[in-house]
């Protein structure tokens, strides 16, 4: 291996360059051996390595919508958790002069 205090600055921006690279390469390399490692272990078995392997189809994780934080002063059912784009009923009211905290939901369902 280089004495890295000894390489120029060219030199070592080459080398940060190739080492992902080599790393990638050798990772393949190493996954491959392994693969075929755990086949002949599974063949001797009497498996085949993607009957070990198979996994479940992946099951969509269940998006749980967030707590109210936001009620609309003009339609009370519109409600909104504080999360991900904000509701034209949110913007109106601020573009009109309204404050975030105006709309905000207090523990008993009311506005603050």
Do not use: C
């Amino acid at each position: 291996m280089p004495d890295l205090e000894e390489l120029s600055t060219v030199e070592l921006k080459k080398l940060v360059k190739e080492v992902p690279r080599l790393i990638e390469a050798r990772r393949s390399e190493e996954r491959e051996k392994l693969r075929v490692e755990l086949e002949q272990i599974a063949n001797e078995r009497g498996f085949k390595l993607r009957e070990l392997v198979a996994t479940a189809p992946k099951q969509r994780r269940q998006r749980v919508a967030g707590q109210a934080k936001y009620r609309s002063k003009v339609d009370p059912s519109k409600t909104w958790a504080g999360i991900g784009r904000r509701p034209a009923w949110v913007s109106d009211h601020l573009d009109s002069g309204g404050a975030l905290e105006d709309l905000e939901i207090r523990g008993s369902g009311s506005y603050r």
